[in-house]
């Protein structure tokens, strides 16, 4: 059984910056692609980024330049290095990772205020 747990979240004025982490414990086997998630009550989740295991790595229109997706050599550490925070940036985020089978974590709040 594989867990993520996330961390990191809080509260942040606008145009400051946070760095979420998720950690993967369990079995560990590589996964094929890790990314974040953010949802905002009464919106559907939306895909924020992705990185493969090869080390691609794709943004949402809405964070690009701001946000980047990282994760360390054993890959069982993934990471969300967010800057210049907007308030629409405020949503809980949801690590995800694929095994062959998907496991999200419990996410992590964040919340920019203005």
């Known amino acids: 059984q594989v867990q993520l747990t996330e961390s990191g979240g809080g509260l942040v004025q606008a145009g400051g910056s946070l760095r979420l982490s998720c950690a993967a414990s369990g079995r560990i086997f590589p996964a094929t692609v890790m990314a974040w998630h953010r949802q905002v009550p009464g919106k559907e989740r939306e895909l924020v980024a992705t990185l493969t295991a090869g080390g691609s790595s794709n943004y949402a229109e809405s964070v690009k330049g701001r946000f980047s997706i990282s994760r360390d050599k054993a890959g069982k550490m993934l990471y969300l290095q967010m800057n210049n925070l907007k308030p629409e940036d405020t949503a809980v985020y949801y690590c995800?990772?694929?095994?062959?089978?998907?496991?999200w974590g419990q996410g992590t709040q964040v919340t920019v205020s203005s």
């Open positions: 995800y990772a694929h095994f062959g089978f998907a496991v």
